[in-house]
């Protein structure tokens, strides 16, 4: 995908094949995680999966992309029914078919998926599903009911089903995807609540832990938010929480921060390009080729050393939205040569031409591997990839392209 002009010409036949990979993981009961040659795999139907593939297939959709309008109202039916727990409200991490019938097997309520539905209903109404707009009402009004935390302006990570116990964790990833999901829903409802909350988070996590913490961002906590710099030092890799600071998860804040300037206007948000510029400087300068060979590292120390250095789709993906939000924000043309650099690498390494998608994990030599992840989940990240040049940083992805805007 070399040369600027070349890419853009490129990036929408990117979009259109990462969307005919992801069909094939529409089953009955939600949307499965794909292997490597995009099939099913036999495994129970994650929430968070299931939200992520509406999301997409609501962005295909307001592309004009063939068949995505039948996949979001399959993605609602699926939110509507198995997943959603009409007993106690919410929505189940994960269900399974046990005796041909689709029930819980993980029933735990977890910000993380809870903060997808909202994003997965957002898109669904932005691109015209009635279900979307009573999805969204009702996820939010859970969410404002169980998951936000008014006095620290935070979100609670995960309850049990009942919603009676808490677990005794919180996490900035779940903070992180809820202030994609608010801002995101703010622009489908008109109601600043939920941007102003997303501002709310973003000052903590980014101005104030971030900013403090060389920006390296603390990513776990104590259930009254002290920091736990030494969790799952024993588990490194883990998917979702891994131990150190994730270079990938600095540049998503830093693409968000710009996001929500671009909503609320520089004087709500007066150190956002600032504090993007920098969560990007010190994630690139800690993660790219930092054992010497081209990619971003997945994790480091609190001294920048690496500690896992298997390379991750969903980072290079996020390491283009940051550069590209830049580049608009900035004009700066080095933020076009980093965004042009890693396309390259992303065709070099990551895209499967002959299997379809990306490769999800490469290791050190920048060969497949699944140290961390197995096949090829979903489309998300790589999909949102392919719109970060062409689309404005607001409003959010489906209510830009809802407006008009194009990715050509």
């Not at 002009?5 to 993981?25: H, M, N, V, Y």
């Not at 403090?212 to 736990?228: A, D, I, K, M």
Request: hydrophobic share 45%; net charge negative; charged share 25%.
């Amino acid at each position: 995908m070399a040369g600027s002009t070349a890419l853009r010409d490129q990036l929408p036949r990117e979009a259109e094949r990462l969307l005919s990979f992801g069909k094939g993981s529409a089953v009955p009961g939600g949307f499965a995680w794909l292997d490597d040659d995009g099939r099913p795999v036999e495994r129970d139907l994650e929430l968070w999966i299931t939200c992520r593939m509406t999301h997409c297939f609501a962005l295909g959709q307001l592309l004009g992309h063939d068949g995505s309008a039948d996949l979001v109202a399959h993605g609602m039916e699926a939110l509507t029914g198995a997943f959603r727990d009409n007993d106690f409200g919410g929505w189940f991490a994960a269900v399974g078919r046990r005796d041909g019938t689709l029930v819980p097997t993980r029933d735990a309520k977890e910000a993380y998926g809870h903060a997808f539905v909202i994003l997965a209903a957002s898109s669904a109404a932005a691109a015209g599903h009635m279900a979307g707009r009573e999805l969204l009402a009702e996820a939010l009004a859970l969410h404002d009911r169980r998951f936000w935390e008014p006095d620290r302006g935070m979100v609670k990570e995960s309850w049990d089903r009942t919603f009676s116990e808490l677990e005794p964790y919180r996490g900035a990833n779940a903070v992180m995807h809820t202030v994609e999901a608010y801002l995101a829903a703010s622009d489908v409802t008109g109601d600043g609540v939920w941007r102003a909350r997303a501002v709310a988070m973003l000052g903590t996590v980014v101005d104030r832990w971030a900013r403090g913490n060389g920006w390296r961002v603390p990513e776990h906590f104590t259930p009254s938010w002290e920091q736990l710099p030494e969790y799952n030092r024993d588990d490194p890799a883990h998917p979702f929480r891994p131990f150190g600071a994730t270079v990938g998860h600095a540049l998503e804040w830093a693409r968000l921060s710009l996001a929500a300037q671009a909503a609320v206007g520089e004087a709500e948000l007066p150190w956002a390009l600032e504090a993007s510029a920098a969560l990007f400087d010190r994630a690139v300068g800690d993660g790219w080729e930092a054992d010497g060979a081209e990619g971003f590292v997945y994790t480091t120390g609190w001294d920048g050393e690496v500690v896992v250095g298997n390379r991750m789709h969903w980072v290079v993906a996020e390491a283009i939205g940051a550069a590209a939000s830049l580049h608009r924000v900035t004009g700066d043309d080095r933020y076009a040569v980093w965004s042009q650099t890693w396309w390259d690498y992303v065709e070099e390494h990551l895209r499967d031409p002959e299997r379809g998608s990306w490769h999800h994990e490469l290791d050190r030599d920048n060969r497949p591997a699944s140290g961390t992840w197995t096949g090829k989940p979903d489309i998300y990240h790589a999909l949102q990839a392919t719109l970060m040049a062409a689309l404005p940083l607001h409003p959010s992805f489906a209510s830009a392209l809802k407006a008009g805007a194009s990715p050509r």
